[in-house]
């Protein structure tokens, strides 16, 4: 029979002292703990809203009556909707949705002061980008109420009855590339990005340090190595990774949630690879500037967190405030969302795609220039 | 080279924020040389070693490695020179075979294939190049470390404490492939706590809280310390050292084994302090200091000029 020795509050209280000793030295891990809640605050708290107004807008005004104006301005003062410009043709409202400008593009047909003032109940054209369903939803509820009020002061007298309980125009809302308002197929694609930002910039941010750790960066750098032979020599094997995770969820988006694929297959592989190559820089960067592991898994974190939250994948981005935008807009994840979606549900082409693929070069490039400056060639 | 030195470095200092690990230090290493590096731990030897291969930015100091200049042409310098860690640092999840071809390519060793099955049968490690390097012993990690950082024939082997923890077969093999090697034309520059591995090389430097105190062969090292010693034996060995070191004259009073190393560099004096033991039951004889008092003597010292 074992004896076993009594607990004892000397030795418990070893521990509990060491662990603060060891907390208070590792600062980052310190500053974590301080700084995932603020961040998270912020995010949260200001950022995010469900309820996205100040959409943008595109009219296409094809009567420049009286009641036509009222509804423009109507619109332009609505909260929901931003008049951003003034369409001429059908085509130019199409460009403008497809790449992603607008969220609505309003016709106003033909006579339809003329039709409406006769009782014909003119129809009212509301085109939706609906790829992402919870981000046009309110607007387009909210767009009757718009339209009866503000013809509300032209329907008076003999006109009054045209106001009546159906409303005096035909509104007709077509929820263009998620006509069901699916919302699978919003985030399903957008789940490519958001699995290759985690894994890639964890894996690679493991890459450096583990070497670090393990001792076998002192052999490394003791043979004449450059660090780009280095950089991207850690960089190119989990681009193969990232293909196989990027194919995983392909089948699974086509054939488990029969996500509608529009547009080319090879050209989002292409886009891939830069958002792959994009994120595993970021990784590599960590790696440079994390003195162990356990600080590269943090960093990753941090990164991880407002690419989830403010590239539009679980919130919609028009519904952020400016500050959260800009900061959007630099993360390569909220671009590669709007190239997965824009591919896949819109059909967009090259022409389409390298207004956002760019960015996320131009992002790789100077995080990949930060890790190569950050890469110690000495053990200093 | 046209000095003949594989290494000749002057003025060679590295301070880590206040404190300077290595302080102005000159070494010349001939070629063919097999070089001894001693000094206690922290002494700056490692720091030394990493400046020469270009691991760590020199603050002060000039010289040549292998007739390239150290500051400038460390890129040169890594290409010729082996460098074996005091940590292994190969990587443990890749086999034998993996880490010695890993490092062929890193260097770019023309006939790669060839190279590495050769290195790893002039090593004796067939047998086992599958085996995952973290599987190995000690000894056994350390053939494959001196196998991987030879893998380019380079002409200067920096070895750092190669022989800590490997048994004393091993080491004997390790020092005679060592010497062989030397015979062949290499340089070796080696740190060790070990005196008998001291004894086995050419010439000797120590080191002492960054500062170079004695260099040259054994014998020259062992003359230059001008250290007379006597060796005392009898009962209670730990009173008669506490006795001794107060005594004038008594520089250290070391217990080798089961005897006692006294020594000092006052002949005289240090005869006097002895004159009570000469008598039963104690056993006194004059000895010739060994390396080992030599270096406890140049350590004592240097504490002191440290001290504050």
């Known amino acids: 029979m074992k004896k076993r020795i009594p607990l004892s509050f000397s030795r418990f209280w070893a521990i509990v002292i060491k662990e603060f000793i060891q907390m208070r030295r590792d600062r980052l891990t310190f500053g974590m703990i301080v700084g995932i809640p603020v961040v998270q605050l912020m995010l949260f708290g200001f950022a995010i809203n469900g309820d996205p107004k100040h959409l943008p807008t595109a009219v296409l005004l094809a009567d420049s009556s009286q009641q036509g104006r009222s509804l423009l301005s109507a619109l332009k003062n609505s909260d929901y909707f931003r008049f951003v410009r003034e369409i001429h043709s059908e085509a130019e409202g199409e460009a403008a949705l497809a790449r992603g400008e607008v969220q609505f593009v309003v016709t106003i047909p033909e006579n339809f002061s003329y039709n409406l003032l006769r009782g014909e109940k003119p129809t009212l054209l509301v085109e939706a980008d609906a790829t992402d369903p919870s981000a046009t939803g309110n607007a387009i509820a909210s767009l009757r109420i718009l339209i009866t009020s503000s013809l509300q002061h032209d329907l008076t007298g003999p006109l009054a009855f045209l106001a009546g309980s159906d409303g005096p125009v035909n509104l007709r809302v077509h929820a263009r590339y998620n006509p069901e308002g699916i919302s699978q197929y919003n985030i399903v694609p957008g789940l490519m990005g958001v699995v290759l930002t985690m894994t890639m910039v964890m894996i690679t941010g493991l890459a450096i340090t583990r070497e670090r750790e393990r001792g076998t960066m002192e052999n490394l750098l003791s043979m004449p190595t450059r660090p780009l032979e280095v950089l991207l020599g850690k960089i190119v094997p989990y681009i193969f990774v990232g293909y196989i995770q990027a194919t995983l969820i392909l089948v699974a988006a086509r054939w488990l949630f029969h996500v509608p694929m529009v547009g080319s297959i090879p050209l989002l592989l292409l886009c891939t690879s830069v958002f792959i190559t994009a994120n595993l820089a970021m990784g590599i960067t960590f790696s440079t500037l994390a003195k162990n592991q356990l600080q590269a898994v943090q960093m990753t974190f941090f990164f991880f967190l407002p690419s989830l939250l403010l590239s539009g994948f679980m919130f919609p981005f028009r519904g952020m405030p400016d500050w959260a935008q800009v900061i959007g807009e630099i993360l390569p994840l909220t671009h590669f969302l709007r190239i997965v979606r824009g591919i896949l549900l819109k059909g967009n082409g090259f022409e389409e795609v390298i207004l956002q693929l760019w960015q996320i070069m131009l992002f790789a490039a100077v995080i990949l220039i930060i890790g190569v400056k950050r890469y110690r060639r000495t053990l200093d | ?308």
Not at chain 2, 17 to 24: A, R, S, Y
Not at chain 2, 71 to 77: N, V
Request: glycine share 10%.
């Open chain 2, 1 to 308: 080279m046209t000095t003949g030195f594989a290494i000749d470095v002057r003025g060679m200092t590295k301070r880590f924020g206040e404190h300077t690990v290595v302080n102005g230090i000159d070494l010349q290493v001939r070629a063919g040389e097999v070089y001894g590096f001693l000094g206690p731990n922290g002494s700056g030897k490692t720091t030394f070693i990493r400046m020469l291969c270009g691991l760590l930015a020199a603050d002060a100091g000039e010289g040549t490695c292998l007739g390239f200049d150290i500051i400038s042409e460390s890129e040169a310098i890594k290409r010729q020179v082996g460098y074996m860690t005091q940590r292994f640092s190969f990587y443990e999840d890749l086999s034998i075979a993996e880490n010695l071809d890993f490092v062929a390519r890193m260097y770019a060793v023309s006939n790669r294939r060839t190279a590495v099955q050769e290195s790893i049968e002039r090593l004796g490690l067939a047998g086992r190049q599958k085996q995952l390097a973290g599987e190995l012993s000690g000894g056994w990690k350390q053939r494959l470390a001196l196998a991987a950082c030879m893998i380019h024939n380079p002409t200067l082997l920096l070895l750092d404490e190669p022989t800590a923890g490997v048994d004393p077969k091993a080491r004997r093999d390790f020092w005679e492939q060592i010497h062989e090697l030397a015979a062949q034309g290499l340089t070796f520059l080696i740190t060790t706590h070990y005196m008998d591995e001291a004894e086995r090389c050419d010439r000797l430097a120590y080191l002492s809280y960054g500062n170079l105190l004695t260099s040259g062969t054994a014998t020259e090292v062992i003359a230059g310390a001008q250290l007379t010693t006597w060796s005392v034996g009898g009962p209670k060995l730990p009173e008669i050292a506490r006795e001794l070191r107060k005594s004038p004259g008594v520089l250290q009073a070391v217990a080798f084994g089961t005897r006692l190393h006294v020594s000092g560099t006052d002949a005289a004096a240090l005869e006097r302090a002895i004159a009570p033991y000469r008598r039963e039951p104690y056993t006194v004889q004059q000895i010739h200091p060994g390396l080992e008092d030599v270096f406890i003597h140049l350590m004592g010292n240097s504490k002191d000029n440290f001290a504050p």
